[in-house]
């Protein structure tokens, strides 16, 4: 009997640890509450530069769950989209795709205000990149958290990605892209910077 309280022991004694027991919301999610209540500009900002400071990007999970987004609006199944875009934003409130596939489908199932929000959040997205720089050298590269978000910024844009090269400066990681601007009719250079390299 002694033996299996000495076992036990630990166990109880990691369950009442305090570590486990109420823990105060991350920066992270704070930000995202706040996003959810009023979005702003400064606030996607603060979240854009706690998620670069974050080294946990599941990637493999993250493609897993594009792939079905992309399958479930092609079949018009919204509920699914959603689930699947809801998960992508949770890892990621900052995703811009995520709230690009929520928008389309809270607006496919016919709830306008949650879509809305969703397309606030995009523009703000786009808007806190732009604040970064404008895109025209290194020195003045447009600041974005993964290639992702470099090519959805590209896209929202209404420009085609060409090419792409990695340039390395030091321990910094840029990208030239060349990207053809049907508006104007030419193709354009655009720098990126990727901050959570």
């Not at 390395?168 to 601007?181: H, I």
Request: include cysteine; charged fraction near 20%.
């Amino acid at each position: 009997m002694r033996l299996f309280l000495v076992l036990l022991f630990p166990l109880f004694v990691a369950c009442a640890s305090p570590s486990s027991v109420n823990q105060p919301p991350s920066d992270y999610d704070v930000l995202v509450s706040k996003l959810k209540q009023t979005p702003t500009l400064s606030t996607v900002i603060e979240l854009r530069h706690e998620i670069a400071s974050r080294d946990d990007v599941a990637t493999a999970k993250k493609t897993r769950l594009k792939d079905a987004i992309y399958q479930a609006i092609s079949n018009s199944k919204w509920n699914d989209c959603l689930d699947n875009a809801t998960q992508l934003l949770v890892s990621n409130y900052a995703n811009i795709e995520g709230h690009y596939a929520a928008m389309a489908c809270y607006f496919e199932s016919g709830n306008p205000s949650q879509s809305h929000h969703h397309e606030m959040m995009i523009n703000l997205l786009l808007e806190a990149i732009w604040t970064t720089g404008d895109g025209e050298s290194t020195n003045t590269a447009f600041n974005v958290l993964s290639v992702d978000e470099l090519k959805a910024f590209i896209e929202f844009h209404g420009m085609k990605l060409l090419s792409t090269s990695p340039i390395r400066q030091g321990k910094q990681l840029f990208y030239k892209s060349v990207l053809y601007d049907a508006h104007r009719d030419e193709n354009v250079d655009w720098y990126f910077r990727l901050t959570a390299n």
